[in-house]
């Protein structure tokens, strides 16, 4: 069992950046991919980026080309670095874990394929 604790969240301007962690425990944390979902209100969870014990990253569309998820396997620390953050950008950011992810299986997508879960850590962007 691996236990995720967020934190980094907060409330910041359109086009502005954030960088939200987070800390895993346990030993099953080696092998593992870890992901960062996000939920905003009244609207599903939906997935936002991922990266594999080894490093390779998956991004959402609407991820790729501002965020960068990243991992620091020494510390057992997960990151995601946000860059110019839109009203749209607003949710509650999870951190999750699953066995693996590969570039041929989509099931990434699928929140309910990622069967370890932070609490979450709010972000605000306010326009």
């Known amino acids: 069992q691996v236990q995720l604790v967020e934190s980094g969240g907060g409330l910041v301007q359109a086009g502005g950046s954030l960088k939200v962690s987070c800390a895993a425990s346990?030993?099953?944390?080696?092998?593992?991919?870890m992901g960062w979902l996000r939920q905003a209100p009244g609207k599903e969870r939906m997935f936002v980026a991922a990266?594999?014990?080894?490093?390779?990253?998956y991004y959402a569309d609407a991820a790729k080309d501002r965020f960068t998820i990243s991992r620091d396997n020494a510390k057992n620390t997960v990151y995601l670095q946000m860059n110019s953050l839109k009203p749209e950008d607003t949710a509650v950011y999870y951190c999750?874990?699953?066995?693996?992810?590969?570039?041929?299986?989509?099931?990434?997508?699928?929140?309910?394929?990622?069967?370890?879960w932070g609490q979450g850590t709010q972000v605000t962007v306010s326009s």
């Open positions: 990266v594999t014990w080894g490093g390779t990253t």
């Open positions: 999750a874990a699953r066995n693996s992810v590969s570039r041929y299986d989509h099931s990434r997508y699928d929140p309910e394929a990622w069967p370890s």
């Open positions: 346990g030993r099953t944390f080696s092998g593992y991919a």
